[in-house]
Nanobody, 122 residues
Framework: VQLQASGGGLVQAGGSLSLSCVAS????????VGWFRQAPGKEREFVAT????????RYADSVKGRFTISRDNAKDTAYLQMNSLKPEDTAVYYC????????????????WGQGTLVTVSS
């Protein structure tokens, strides 16, 4: 499956952005989807993940209550709604996919999108 992330941009602190991850090649409904981010000079970190059905989600503590992951399998698309953005949310955001169970470890995801840059100004 190929993944294409989009929706990044520049936003002021307290603002919102919505990221999309569109799959092609295979239906996204067969895969768990995760969102990760990597800030300059830092390691890639887990943000959120959603089960193939959309019934289960998990979030990093740093984004819980502010970010919402969702998916529309009919559109082969996953989303990350980001509210109350903070300067520390600035990073390149990546979507990733894997089969079977939800996990937070980046190295267990098999397919990755190219990333979309989110910049939050103070």
């Amino acid at each position: 499956v190929q993944l294409q992330a989009s929706g990044g941009g520049l936003v002021q602190a307290g603002g919102s952005l919505s990221l999309s991850c569109v799959a092609s090649g295979r239906t996204l409904s067969s895969y768990v989807v995760g969102w990760f981010r990597q800030a300059p000079g830092k390691e890639r970190e887990f943000v959120a993940t959603i089960s193939w059905s959309g019934d289960s989600t998990r979030y990093a503590d740093s984004v819980k209550g502010r970010f919402t992951i969702s998916r529309d399998n009919a559109k082969d698309t996953a989303y990350l709604q980001m509210n109350s953005l903070k300067p520390e949310d600035t990073a390149v955001y990546y979507c990733a996919a894997k089969r079977l169970r939800m996990v937070m470890a980046a190295n267990e995801y098999d397919y990755w999108g190219q990333g979309t840059l989110v910049t939050v100004s103070s």
